[in-house]
């Protein structure tokens, strides 16, 4: 399976942004930042971000990006450790 990064914005308008949060949550998943997550899928950057599209609106900015080790990073000891092992 690849670790992919989810990467958005909050809505603008202060739409919910609930439906996608969940949307993530369905994958084994880590959360990065307020506005990012590590999901482990064996779907494609594209097919996930298709999926996530439809939940926001078309003002939110969103990236899904494949991650692969080596990577570099300072947060949570269990952040940390959900990336070395997926």
């Given at each position: 399976m690849a670790v992919l990064?989810?990467?958005?914005?909050?809505?603008?308008?202060?739409?919910s942004h609930y439906p996608m949060i969940?949307?993530?949550k369905n994958y084994p998943w880590a959360k990065l930042t307020n506005t990012?997550?590590?999901i482990s899928t064996d779907l494609t950057p594209q097919a996930v971000f298709?999926?996530?599209?439809?939940l926001m609106e078309s003002s939110c900015n969103l990236y899904v990006i494949t991650s692969r080790k080596p990577f570099a990073g300072y947060?949570?000891?269990s952040v940390n450790e959900w990336m070395q092992q997926h």
């Amino acid at each position: 399976m690849a670790v992919l990064i989810i990467i958005f914005d909050y809505s603008p308008t202060g739409a919910s942004h609930y439906p996608m949060i969940r949307a993530i949550k369905n994958y084994p998943w880590a959360k990065l930042t307020n506005t990012s997550y590590a999901i482990s899928t064996d779907l494609t950057p594209q097919a996930v971000f298709t999926q996530l599209r439809s939940l926001m609106e078309s003002s939110c900015n969103l990236y899904v990006i494949t991650s692969r080790k080596p990577f570099a990073g300072y947060g949570p000891e269990s952040v940390n450790e959900w990336m070395q092992q997926h």
